[in-house]
């Protein structure tokens, strides 16, 4: 199944069989910056802390598998592919840069310390990653795509077991795989528990410096830099969806203080679904479902771990085992304190009177006089000014 807000798609490719291996949809193929790494900020020395070197070691190898797929189906598709070094600095904090190199060096990855970048602001220091990458996502779907049987518009209203309901029939299989960016079916895996949605602003400019890599502050609120021919693109100014963050003005606003003879091309905002625990959910859909399953929390590397996904699933469906399966299972523990926060959030907007309510679950919406839109602080729906769905998990337009 394909992501979507006002309509969900089915794919179906016979699996040919079960192949080739394709990254699940729940990434955000478009409005993305597109980095093809398994450097995704400070998570190692978080990884081992919690679930020990062996665990950290699974989920760095099926990234790094990752991107060696990515690496050779990129050899036949057009699609921008360049790889470049990765880099997750720290303004001020090198004691977080060092625990992370350590880490690494326990899961026998050769990343290296940097503390001369080409920034316009000086760093305490950045873990370096060597040969990762960046492409084009959608120029890589359109070549990727080539002899599958693709159906869009066709909105699923409900899954009863292995069966799709449209507004056209029912859909029959046997196995199903849930990639709606956030899963959809609330009465399975308590994902409306489990994740919440996280909006990210870019703008891309010309007449900015070549930076030479991709470059992400380890700081939740900071930025990210990483170029496409001759744009700069400058991320950052994040919220919880339904909260208020610094938005494109405060991209506007640092470009204009260090980049003051560049010129705003493009700009755009994209959200993700973040996970509890710094992995995401790839596997079964929950322990008491059969023949189903899901992919979601990406937590903002996508690119990545959408071809994780692919590689677990196809495995999965064909009832193989996968290698890293254990790693990215759905099923394991959610006692984590975001869950806290996630929970605070949805008794705080269920209790809050207002006429406008989010048809997923019922939160009081609030209103993002930025991007002109009714967004959900608890799971992340947004909707247009006159009610129509932009993004999930909500699957109707408001009513009036």
Known sequence: MDRGGDGRSLWTDKFQPFGPVLPATDAITKNTTAKITSQHGLIYDKLISKFGVEQAKQYLAANEAAIQTYRELCRNIDCGFEEKAAYTYSLDDRCKIERELNALDKLDFPAEFADKLPLPFPVAGAVRFPNQAQFHPLKFVSGIAKGLHIYEHTRVREL?????????????????????????????????????????????????????????????????FRNYKNLLFVG?????????????????????????QAEEQYHWATQDCMRLDGIPYIGPYSASTTDLYVATGFNKWGMTTSMVSAMILSDLVQGKTNPYEEVFSPSRSILHPQLAVNG?????????????????????????????????????????????????????????
């Open 160 to 224: 009863i077991g292995t069966t799709a309901v449209t507004d056209h029939g029912q859909i029959c299989a046997k196995k199903i795989i849930v990639t709606t960016h956030f899963p959809f079916l609330n009465k399975h895996g308590s994902y409306f528990l489990k994740l919440y949605q996280h909006r990210s602003y870019v703008i891309a400019l010309q007449h900015a410096p070549d930076v030479d890599g991709m470059y992400l502050d380890e700081a939740q609120a900071g930025m990210s």
């Open 236 to 260: 950052g100014g994040g919220h919880r969806t339904g909260k208020k963050g610094g938005s494109w003005q405060e991209l506007r606003d640092f470009a204009r203080r260090h980049f003051p």
């Open 344 to 400: 605070f959030e949805a008794v705080v907007n269920l209790l809050t009177p207002t006429t406008r309510r989010c048809p997923h679950l019922g939160c009081a919406l609030k209103r993002n006089s930025i991007e002109h839109t009714w967004d959900c602080p608890c799971h992340g729906s947004r909707f247009t000014e006159d009610g129509k769905l932009i993004d999930n998990p909500a699957t109707d337009n408001l009513k009036n």
